[in-house]
């Protein structure tokens, strides 16, 4: 991947400045063996259940990004090693988890970016339960399926529309 998150807020200053480009706060670590993913947003809000999730990452990925909000519980992982593997496998870009994964090791082997806010080894269940393309607030920044994300060593930003730096 081609852009730098700075620089894309940079070059688009105006659309921060309208809401059209949000950063997400500076909560997420990188876990994944890919820093630098972007694509669109696919979204699941469920709550320490992550049977969802590995449904959607079962289906081809098509360089999108799976933003997970998790309710931001530290009390179990949403996406461990085989959720990682079977996210590069149907090429997904990116994984951006509002709660934990467990797994570093191998999510680290991974080609594909994976954000969290903490590891615990501790796993979810699993019945299926949440929301598929819900719109999400995640520490109130608003994200809807279909935008725009970009992730790298710096942070994580939004946007309505495609972002050229």
Sequence with gaps: MDFQTCDLCDANEDLIARGIVRALPPVFRDYGGVLRFAGQVVTLRLFEDNGLVRT???????GRVLLIDGGASLRCALVGGNLGKLAEQNGWSGIVV???VRDSAELAACEVGVKALSTIPVRSIKRGGGLQDAVVQID???VAPGEWLYADE???IVSSQPLHG
């Design 56 to 62: 959607l990452l079962e289906t081809p990925g098509h």
């Design 154 to 156: 710096d942070g994580v």
């Design 140 to 142: 109130g920044v608003r």
């Design 98 to 100: 509002h709660g934990c």
